[in-house]
Each structure stands twice: as C-alpha cells, then as structure tokens.
C-alpha cells in the first residue's frame, strides 16, 4: 500500500529554511551573508522549541517574528537582500504553521 502524499508533505521543513538562513545545507548559496545575519538563525531556533514545547503564546509568537523580520532584513542590506527576504517570509508563513500543528 502506498503512502498519499499531502500537501504538506512537499513544503520545506522549518528547519531546513532556518539552515538556509544560517547558509548551510545541502545547496548553500556559497557567498557569505553580511556577519550580522548569522546572529539571527539561533533565534527562530529557539522560537521553534519554544513552540515545539508549548512555551510561547500567539501573541510573543507574533512579535518575536515581526521583529527577526525587521533585525534580518537590516542585517541584509546590500548583500544577497533577495534571497534572505525569501527565506525570511517563508519562515514566517511555516513557524506559524508549526505553530498551529502544536496548538491544534
């Protein structure tokens, strides 16, 4: 019997977007981020285990994403600004999936 695959099953895992944004992986970009970036990966990693064990309240969940947005973003400036925008939004669209999976 075979497995239906779902919709959910072709998304990115979370923690595979939170390794591209820490630019490591099985296909890293190979150029550097500005050094400010790095600070920031750590940060939705333990955002996620704090979803992960039920620690975070929808409304810090909220926050802390607007604000990684904002610090990342501005880490960014002028070197690879796209790509790390891209990673970014969709970090933000699958932690509050995650979100939702542990609340449901």
Not at 51 to 60: A, V
Not at 80 to 100: C, G, H, P, S, T
Request: glycine share 4%; no cysteine.
């Amino acid at each position: 019997m075979t497995k239906k695959l779902k919709f959910e099953d072709l998304q990115p895992h979370v923690d595979m977007l939170i390794d591209a944004l820490d630019n490591k992986g099985a296909s890293p970009s190979g150029f550097n981020y500005n050094k400010e970036v790095y600070e920031y990966p750590p940060r939705y990693r333990e955002i996620l285990q704090k979803i992960r064990n039920k620690e975070i309240t929808f409304e810090d969940l909220i926050y802390e994403l607007h604000l990684l947005k904002h610090l990342v973003t501005e880490a960014a400036k002028g070197n690879q600004e796209y790509r790390i925008d891209k990673i970014v939004n969709a970090l933000d669209i699958f932690i509050m999936k995650e979100y939702n999976k542990y609340r449901g």
